[in-house]
């Protein structure tokens, strides 16, 4: 599955923006700072945005889980 691939429900985030494909989900995982995407709940993010990436499936559900796991884990910690 390309990384093109859309959510089936975009993911909010507290800006208002939404991610709506793997690469935009990918991107803002990119730009959070180096220790925080070494957090367990990021790393499990990151390994479900690849798997879904490369074999679709599934995963694009797992993916988008992940993420809103990782961000509420972030917003916890505010």
């Keep these: 599955m390309p990384w093109s691939a859309a959510f089936d429900d975009p993911i909010p985030l507290r800006s208002g923006r ?3 494909t793997l690469q935009e989900a990918a991107d803002h995982v990119m730009q959070l ?3 925080a995407q070494h957090a367990s709940h990021w ?7 690849i ?3 490369e074999t679709g499936g599934g995963w694009m559900m797992f993916a988008r889980i992940a993420m809103l796991r990782a ?6 910690r505010k």
């Design 18 to 20: 939404k991610l709506r």
């Design 33 to 35: 700072p180096e220790d």
């Design 43 to 49: 790393q499990t993010a990151i390994e479900t945005l």
């Design 51 to 53: 798997n879904a990436a």
């Design 71 to 76: 961000l509420n884990a972030d917003a916890g």
